[in-house]
Structures are given as C-alpha cells and as structure tokens.
C-alpha cells in the first residue's frame, strides 16, 4: 500500500488566510459599528422613513461579520494546538458549520425582524425540507456520526463496499477518498482517481479502516518459493533478518519501542501446484505495504543466494 502523501489546500483551513481574514473581518466590523452609531446622530432625522431598515441591515451585517470573525480566531487557535491532522479538520469542520448557522440565523431575525418568528420560520421550512431533501438530510446526519464516533478521519486508509483508498475530505454530505489500487493497478498504490460517495453509506455498510492510532500497523505476508531440500532453518533465519532490518530502518520509532505483539514471523506452507512457500509475515504502515515488501525482497534474495549449498529455488518440475 505503499503511496505518496495526501496534502490537504483547504483555503478555509489555512493558517496565512485565517490571518488575511481576521483582520478583513475586524475592519469591516470596526466600520459597521461606526456607521450603526453615525446613524443614530440628528442630522439623518430627515430620513426617519428609512432609517430603521438601514441600522437593522448594518447591525447584521456587523454581527455576521464578528461571527466569521470568531470563527476565524477559533480556527487559529485550532491550528496551533497539537491535534492530529483528521481531529484538526473534524473541528474546523464543525467551526465552519457553527458560524454558517449562526449567520443564518442572524439573517432570518433581519428579515423576519423578530427572533421568535425566525425561530418558528426555520421550523416550519425545516418541516418541509426534511419530507423533501430526505437524501442529504441522511448523509448530514451520517457526518455528526462520523464527528463524534470517529470511524475515520483524514489521512486514514478505509474501505467501505468496493471502494477503498486514503480519506482527503470529509464533506458534510459526502467523503472523498484517493483511490488506491482500483482496475488499472496490481499493487495498492494510489490511482490517481478520487471516489466520493455519500455519508448516509456509513450507516448502512461496515467501514473497515486499516490506520489508527490504536494500531498504527496492518500485518502482510510475501511468500518465496524454495526447494523442498532447502535448509528451512537458515531460510527462516535469511528471511527474518530482512524484516527487522528494514523495520529498524523504515519505523525508528517504533523500534525503539520494541513491542512484543510486532516480531516477524516466519512459516511455510505448499502452495496449490505443489511448491513449498516459505512467508514472512511482518507489520507494516497501511500505505506502505508494496515498499515495505520490495524492501524486504532487496534484503532477503542477496542473502539467499549467497548460500546457494542451503537454498535451492525450484527449476522446472524439480521441487
């Protein structure tokens, strides 16, 4: 499952535009307050007819202005705090979200001049929609589900029915993911195709995701064909060399930790046509099983060879 990483260009979710837009917001609502208070002074008198709707109008827009403000503030505070990559998102999400409904409401109660009534209003048109929008209502409520129980974030490998690649959005309707093998790969190498499908998926398939903090590896296995009249022992021994080689190499980290539950192990088998196999099975990253493999081949083959009185590879019929 080797593959290149996902970077994410979320432009509501950068740093520098967080920054840009805290200051926008800042002197749009600094001048929308002006205005609110140049409009109460006598001189605008002679416009009296007028008046109420313009101060209506420019508080809410002032309003709607210190809510993105906020949210934008909060997304900056986000950023700096040491989340991983998918909760950072998760909440960044939910921000946007927030700020949007809240903005909404701000525009019902100036157009309805009356919180109540706004209240009342988005009940009944959420009464509506509900019967009408069944569909997208479904898969929203698939996206709070996803937010609280965490099935994937961002950066994980899932699979869900046929599709199966690496999450790069979680929209609040539907889930992007890169593609990873799909009908043009052998390997499990990224496609280069994006798959969307959407949330309400969630709740009527099982979701199997292959990352995780919990257990951040997959076991895999590379089997090599060897004579029977091969010395197993020094196979063994050849084959579990490499896999800790390239585990010290490719994991530092997690070989420092050396956990009982990640030795390689090693076993053999006779295949369907009657040669023996011996496997190597190891832990490895999701998104890094066709490096690791290779790795482990590069390693374990020079090894092999260089004892060619311990280890015959079949030829022909001979096993």
Not at 34 to 49: E, G, P
Not at 61 to 72: E, G, P, Q, V
Request: glycine residues 4%; aromatic residues 12%; contains cysteine.
């Amino acid at each position: 499952m080797g593959n290149l990483p996902i970077v994410l260009d979320i432009p509501f979710m950068k740093i520098n535009n967080n920054r840009h837009w805290i200051r926008v917001y800042s002197v749009i609502a600094a001048v929308l307050i002006t205005l609110y208070y140049i409009l109460n002074l006598a001189f605008f008198d002679t416009y009296q007819t007028y008046l109420p709707f313009i101060r209506n109008l420019v508080l809410s827009l002032c309003l709607i202005c210190i809510i993105l403000l906020i949210s934008r503030v909060v997304a900056k505070i986000i950023h700096k705090q040491d989340h991983l990559e998918g909760d950072r998102y998760n909440l960044l999400r939910i921000v946007r979200f927030l700020a949007l409904v809240c903005s909404l409401i701000v525009v019902a109660s100036f157009l309805f001049q009356n919180i109540v009534a706004a209240v009342v209003s988005f009940g009944l048109i959420s009464l509506v929609v509900g019967f009408a929008l069944q569909a997208p209502i479904s898969s929203f409520i698939a996206w709070v589900y996803l937010i609280f129980r965490r099935s994937y974030l961002v950066g994980d490998r899932i699979q869900i029915k046929s599709f199966r690649g690496d999450v790069v959005e979680i929209g609040y309707l539907d889930t992007s993911i890169m593609e990873c093998s799909g009908d043009y790969l052998g390997n499990d190498r990224s496609s280069g195709r994006i798959i969307r499908f959407p949330n309400s998926l969630i709740l009527r398939e099982e979701i199997i995701n292959y990352s995780g903090s919990e257990a951040p590896f997959i076991w895999n296995e590379t089997p090599i064909q060897i004579a029977y009249s091969s010395d197993i022992q020094f196979v063994e021994s050849c084959l579990l060399e490499a896999a800790n080689t390239d585990f010290k190499v490719a994991y530092p980290e997690h070989y420092r930790q050396k956990k009982q539950g990640w030795q390689p192990e090693v076993y053999f088998r006779v295949n369907a046509y009657a040669w023996m196999e011996a496997v190597i099975s190891y832990p490895v990253m999701p998104k890094d099983a066709t490096g690791r493999r290779n790795r482990i081949l590069r390693l374990a083959l020079p090894l092999l060879n260089a004892a060619p009185n311990k280890v015959q590879f079949p030829e022909g019929t001979n096993r």
